[in-house]
Structure formats: structure tokens, C-alpha cells
């Protein structure tokens, strides 16, 4: 669809951010282990989008979530617990005749090989999101919107609909786009590829991991990623355990002790942390990084308040948790690079009371 938004919000109430796409019921394991092994599960929400504006709600920022879920009890939690993070969910439409996903997942990472994930999504009323269902028209205004490659995966409805929301056009909001890559998702697994690419390349802030990159496009390195998405103007480029490079048009950050920039490249190592459960620090660390680019700090701040974001979460057992007060991470975030460096991250960090340790 083209054309100009309508912005007829008022500026004070408008959503900084609007993220797009499908959230499911998660069923938790009660401990670790095959599926087939476990013995009963606790229930939560999950969905990349939905768990990036609760992020960024909970850090006091005015955020929407824009989906479709079923007409039923799973419909109803989801929309009551993501807007309990304090998210506008005006924009969620039910479908009468579609169910909301759920999916199952154990315990562990899930880069390793024993993680295990069964979903209950096909036909799903999210799946039957479209360019008909949510004209671009209808968004609410927004500064950001924030996409991920899995809606992409949903099915073609909903891989027009990224195509149109992601088309140039006056008045565009910041597209971010977190590429996401779950081969498991893809009917045509040959055709992903070349689809999250294109859609990175639409984009205008784009975050994806090393080893997705590898797996997806065959790209080693983050100056090969740079090299395969020279168009979006900020590329984060996640590193793991190294940290993020991030390649942008301005260099607005210098330092020494492990934090490099030049040219408009930006490396940060990441922090240090005890992690309690592995899932969920993708999704926190675009919400950080969004967070501070919001605020328009420094590439380095950006970077850093991404780590700080995840962290949150790796120190908690589920996937959303409530972030370090703002004053906090920027205290963190403002650290020289020598004590950043120091820094060790543990369960509880984040409350006002907790003493961070350094090494």
C-alpha cells in the first residue's frame, strides 16, 4: 500500500515505538530436560516483538504492539499480560475463526543442540496478518517500528505485509528490523535467505547475530555482514561473548580498553554475566539499544544499554524482567572502559539495592 501515513496523534501520547508482529501462550519447563521428560510447564508470553516494546515500556518509554490472536483464553492473556507492561494494545485485532499460537520449549540455550522447541502456530490468527488486514495507514504514529524476520516466516500474507511496511515512502518511520533467522519456521527453507535480505536491506536499523548471518547468508566476520548490507544506515552486528560491532554513518565514540571506533564502526564488548537462563537477551538488547537511540545517546551508550537490557534478562529465569532503573544503567553505561570491563552481572543486579560486583 502507498501513500503517507495519517499522523493525527497527538505528539505527547504517540508510541515512540510500534513492534509488529505475532506473540504465542510460551509453555515453561518446570525443570530442565527433553520435552518428552519434563513433567509439567508454567505458562508465559513470548514473541520477539511483544517482548520488545514490553522492554521498552517497562523503561518508561510509550511503545505499541500491533498483531492479530485468536478469539480465545489464550487471546485474552496474552493481550492482558502484554498490556500490563504498560503497552498500548488497541492495535491487536481478534480473529473469530483462527486460534493464538502456543509452543512449547525446554530449558536449555537455544543455540545448542539439545534445545528443543514444538510449536502450535499453522494457521494461527497472527499467520493471517496482511497488507488487507493492517493497512500501513492505520499504525499508530510512530518515531520507530520495529519488525523481525520470523513474521516474515508466517506465511505470504504476512511476508507482503513486511514488503509494504518496509516500502520507501514520505514520512516513513525508523524501520528496525531484527532479521531473527528460525529455519525451522520456513516452508521453503531455500527461500529465507534471500528474503530476510531483502528486507534488511529495506530497513533502516538492522541487528543480526554473527552466527545467524553465517547460517543464513554464508557470511563470516562482521566487515563480510557490513559488505553483504551496505543500505541500512545503523547495522548491529551481535558477537556473542565478544560483544557488538556496530556500523553506522557517524562515529561518535572513542575510548580505549576493548571499545574501538573508527570510521563510523563501533565495537563494545559485551559484560560479563551470571546467566540464570538463556533465552530472551536478543529481544532485550534491540529493546536497550532502542532505548538509548530513542535518547539519542552515543553509538557506544547504545550499544552498551543493549548489553545492560540483556543482562536483565539472562540473570532471571523467563524472558521479560523488569529492566534497571534508568539512572542505574546510565551510571553503568557512562563507566570508562577499564570498569567496564570489570564488570560481573548477577541475579539481582537491577534492584536498587544490589551492589554490582567488578572483577
Known sequence: MSGTPARTADAATAAEVVCLGESMVTFLPSQPGRLADVPSFGRGIGGAESNVACALAAAGHRTAWVSRVGADGFGDHLVEAIAGYGVDTSGVRRDPSRPTGIYFRTATDRATDVHEVAYYRAGSAASAMSPRSIPYVTLPTTRILHLSGITAA??????????????????????????????????????????????????????VGEDEAAQAWGVTGAEAIRAALPEPATLVVKRGAEGATVFSGTGDVSGTGG????????????????????????????????????????????????????????????????????????GLAALDDEAWGRLRLGPGWTGHDQEVRTT
Open 154 to 207: 508466517l506465511s505470504a500474507d504476512c511476508l507482503a505485509l513486511l514488503h509494504d511496511l518496509t516500502e520507501p515512502r514520505p514520512g516513513r518511520p525508523l524501520i528496525s528490523f531484527d532479521v531473527n533467522h528460525r529455519p525451522g519456521l520456513w516452508r521453503d527453507a531455500d527461500a529465507s535467505p534471500e528474503v530476510l535480505l531483502d528486507l534488511a536491506r529495506r530497513s533502516d536499523l538492522v541487528f
Open 259 to 330: 571499545v574501538t571506533e573508527a570510521g563510523g564502526v563501533t565495537t563494545v564488548p559485551a559484560l560479563r554475566v551470571d546467566v540464570v537462563a538463556p533465552v530472551g537477551a536478543g529481544d532485550a538488547f534491540a529493546a536497550g539499544f532502542l532505548s538509548a537511540t530513542l535518547r539519542d545517546l552515543p553509538v557506544r551508550d547504545r550499544v552498551r544499554h543493549g548489553h545492560l537490557m540483556a543482562a536483565a534478562v539472562l540473570t532471571v529465569p523467563g524472558d521479560l524482567t523488569a529492566p534497571p532503573a534508568r539512572a542505574h544503567a546510565d
